[in-house]
Every structure is written in structure tokens, then in C-alpha cells.
């Protein structure tokens, strides 16, 4: 059995993560009507992106924008950037990135100065352009990491999470629960470690290698004892 076109239905859920401007507001309509009329979705699937879409169009543009930030760009777990999930900061990145242009490249789809390869939007916008069967094995190759994002924006109870259990299912895969790592408090990130504390302390755990460099404000207290100590030992 051949399997059913879900290109239209990809853009508009790439279209659907991308930043909820008055543009993006002014389409949903079109959206809705489009991904109902290609039917790659089951009925449950196409519920769920109804209620993103109403909400979309509902809700005050300002607080959208300000929730797509919280959402997307200031934590890890819902990060759109699939290979942060995969690599992290490590240098299997770059040429994780390459690889991923030079596919596009070979499709025909060449990207903005400005745009990332392994940005959701633009990863699902080149998948939209293969058949179906070919585009169905590259989402099932991402489908953990759909899974893990799914069961973040489900645990922060996002409408968003509709997106990602939709790709999910156009994958083939049904979302199962995974642990999510809680994010580091913004206060707990920026805490200054404490001065040579043993190995337990930021930045000493691993010897060999490469860290991160922390500048420690002296103790003020401390700082005029020791001068007060020299000034004696020196008279």
C-alpha cells in the first residue's frame, strides 16, 4: 500500500513553529483548511492542531511572541535545533551541519544566509519536498528526538506539543514517555563558584579537558584581613 502524501501538511506544521507574528496569524485559516483537506493526519492528530490553531488566532500577538521565547529559545529540552539534542556543544556539531547542508544542497534546496540546517521549520521544509517514503524514513530517523521534545512541551503543557506528536505519527512512531531533564535555574547558571573548592567545584570535575573560564570577586572581608596580616608580619 502506497503511502499518502503529507507534504502540504509538513509546511504547515513547520509554518505552525515558526514565530507567531501578525503574518503568521493572518494564514492559520488557510492552514487549517489546507493540512484537513490533505487528511495525513488521523481525526485525534488534526483535533489537536485545531486547538494550537485557535489559540494561535485567539490569543494577543505580544503574549504569543513572549510565550514562543519562554518556549523555544530559552531552554534546552524545547529547543527547535534537533542536533543540540544530539550534540550539545561538542564538535560533532559542525560537521553534523555540513552534512546536513550538503543534503539539502543535493535536493535543490539551498538555505538563507541567516537560516540553521537543523532548525525544525527548515528541516520539515525539506522533507516536504521528498516522497512520501523517503520522507517518512528521515522523520522516523529523528522520531526520538520528536519524542523527547513532545513529552517536554506535554510535561509544560503546551498546545505546541500537538506539532511534535503529529510529526510523531507521520513517522510512523507513537510518542512514548521519556525522562526530561529539568533546566538549570537562570540564578543556579550564573551562581559564581566557590574558590577552589576541591574537585567537586565548576570547571575541575574533569581534568583534560577544555573549561569554561569563571572570574571569582575576591571576599572583601578576607581581602582586608590578609592585607591587615602582611602589613603587620612586614613592621
Avoid at 134 to 162: D, P, T, V, W
Amino acid at each position: 500500500m502506497a503511502l499518502k502524501s503529507a507534504s502540504i501538511t509538513l509546511r504547515v506544521l513547520a509554518r505552525l513553529l515558526s514565530y507567531p507574528n501578525a503574518a503568521l496569524k493572518s494564514d492559520l485559516a488557510d492552514m487549517q483548511s489546507a493540512v484537513h483537506a490533505e487528511q495525513a493526519l488521523g481525526k485525534d492528530r488534526l483535533a489537536e492542531i485545531d486547538a494550537l490553531t485557535k489559540h494561535l488566532a485567539h490569543s494577543d500577538t505580544l503574549e504569543l511572541e513572549g510565550e514562543f521565547v519562554e518556549l523555544f529559545d530559552r531552554g534546552h529540552a524545547t529547543s527547535l535545533h534537533l542536533f543540540e539534542h544530539v550534540h550539545g556543544d561538542s564538535r560533532e556539531r559542525g560537521p553534523a551541519m555540513i552534512d546536513l547542508v550538503q543534503t539539502y544542497e543535493k535536493a535543490g534546496l539551498f538555505l538563507g544566509p541567516d537560516e540553521m540546517p537543523d532548525y525544525l521549520p527548515v528541516v520539515l521544509e525539506f522533507v516536504s519536498t521528498q516522497p512520501p517514503k523517503e520522507a517518512r524514513a528521515f522523520l522516523g530517523e529523528m522520531a526520538h528526538i520528536f519524542n523527547a521534545i513532545f513529552n517536554a512541551l506535554q510535561e509544560r503543557q503546551s498546545a505546541y506539543a500537538s506539532v511534535l506528536g503529529a510529526l510523531l505519527e507521520l513517522s510512523g512512531e507513537k510518542a512514548s514517555p521519556v525522562k526530561v531533564i529539568p533546566d538549570e535555574a537562570l540564578d543556579a547558571a550564573w551562581e559564581e563558584p566557590v574558590v577552589f573548592d576541591g574537585c567537586s567545584s565548576k570547571g575541575q570535575a574533569k581534568p583534560g579537558q577544555a573549561q569554561a573560564i569563571h572570574f571569582v570577586k575576591p571576599d572583601a572581608a578576607k581581602t582586608s584581613a590578609r592585607a591587615t596580616a602582611t602589613a603587620g608580619a612586614t613592621r
